[in-house]
């Protein structure tokens, strides 16, 4: 069953696929949400909307979503295992391929104890619901569009035709289990497929030796995670708290250097590490479109959504293609 997807068309044509992120506010603005719209059209092919990013509570992905499309963007709406059981998440489901949404990304989400970090409450003592995992999401996804039946068993009369994403943390521990985590969302019936943010190259093409030898990248569609790194704190924080992410010591002394060579100009080393660390997002581009098997990037620039046009364009991925919507 073909979803409709724009993203599957590209991916499919054998385009080099673009997605990159919106984050939905804390309230219920949606003019922010469209801002960030008109911003990133053109830029991407497909644009995730993150559900209650770092357990933040955020306007829902779903609606979010909807109003991206106003703006003709195409939104890949985000459903985590941690804030619903499986009945909720089918009724979601359903409702956002109602409302014309053709991708899902299924994810666990954050624990809830990362919404409290710096300024920021949060909602630590939440309870997680985690009724189904990331995986066997997926597999509930793929019941509902090809088989028509819900994971209780009842059949549905009309399927939602969604492209079924997941995700994948290369470089997580244990790093040789990794492939094989990968293999069992393949197995689920996961098309596309984001990673983790990656910086460690070398490392990430490793694992992609192991995941072609498995065949996996031909069985899905292998979207390299790409986070735009604006300042050596940024860095330093990913590496030491962000679960699956390695940062290389040959790019923190780049940042590191970049801070250093404004001397005590505090805007000029602002301005300095955001330009390094734009070349390192554009170097990190080019290195994943060079790794066999890796058919896209996610680029992810963390409330710093203006960024990517600018890294899109100096990638050199730039215009995106529009390949023709199918009769």
Request: proline fraction near 5%; charged fraction near 25%; hydrophobic fraction near 40%.
């Amino acid at each position: 069953m073909k979803s409709g997807s724009n993203l599957e068309r590209v991916l499919a044509a054998g385009h080099f696929a673009v997605t990159a992120e919106i984050g939905p506010p804390m309230d219920c603005n949606g003019d922010v949400v469209l801002e960030k719209a008109r911003l990133l059209r053109g830029y991407a092919d497909a644009f995730n909307i993150t559900d209650c990013q770092t357990a933040v509570v955020r306007m829902s992905s779903i609606a979010s979503a909807v109003l991206v499309m106003r703006e003709g963007l195409e939104p890949i709406a985000q459903m985590t295992c941690r804030d619903r059981n499986r009945i909720a998440m089918q009724a979601d489901i359903l409702g956002a391929a109602a409302l014309g949404v053709r991708n899902c990304l299924c994810i666990a989400g954050d624990h809830q104890s990362f919404g409290a970090a710096g300024r920021l409450k949060g909602h630590p003592g939440a309870k997680n619901v985690y009724d189904v995992d990331s995986i066997q999401l997926v597999a509930i996804l793929k019941g509902l569009r090809d088989e028509g039946r819900q994971q209780g068993g009842d059949e549905i009369e009309q399927r939602p035709p969604l492209w079924i994403g997941a995700v994948w943390t290369p470089m997580g521990d244990p790093i040789d289990f990794r492939p094989w985590r990968l293999a069992k969302k393949v197995a689920a019936g996961a098309d596309f497929i984001q990673t983790q943010g990656i910086y460690d190259m070398e490392l990430f093409r490793q694992q992609m030796k192991q995941v072609q030898d498995m065949g996996l990248h031909e069985k899905t569609a292998i979207l390299a995670g790409i986070i735009v790194p604006r300042n050596l704190g940024m860095l330093r924080y990913m590496d030491a708290a962000v679960a699956g992410v390695s940062v290389p010591q040959e790019l923190m002394a780049r940042m590191s250097a970049a801070r250093k060579s404004a001397g005590d100009d505090k805007a000029q080393a602002r301005r300095n590490q955001e330009e390094e660390g734009t070349k390192i997002a554009v170097e990190l581009i080019e290195q994943a479109r060079e790794t066999e098997g890796v058919r896209g990037v996610h680029v992810q620039a963390i409330e710093w959504e203006r960024k990517v046009p600018e890294i899109v364009e100096r990638a050199g991925l730039l215009p995106r293609p529009t390949p023709p919507a199918e009769a």
